[in-house]
């Protein structure tokens, strides 16, 4: 689980359009792996439309709350 965990942050990190706030990917961390990918794309999609390079922990959240969770 670590090994997933080690990945996750590694590529967030390695995104190079957006940068990840520690508090939103500590947010993102608690989504289920098997959407992550799905989630991820949309929070991109919303930073994009915010016209912000920063994935910050409200745009995780505006994205969660899309996703009924």
């Not at 961390?29 to 991820?40: G, M």
């Not at 991109?44 to 912000?52: G, I, N, P, T």
Request: proline content about 1%.
């Amino acid at each position: 689980m670590q090994n997933l965990e080690q990945n996750l942050e590694q590529n967030l990190d390695s995104e190079d359009e957006f940068t990840w706030t520690s508090e939103a990917k500590a947010k993102f961390k608690n989504i289920p792996y098997f959407v992550r990918s799905q989630a991820r794309q949309r929070i991109e999609q919303l930073a994009q439309a915010d016209r912000s390079d920063r994935i910050t922990v409200e745009i995780v959240e505006k994205a969660r709350l899309e996703f009924g969770q």
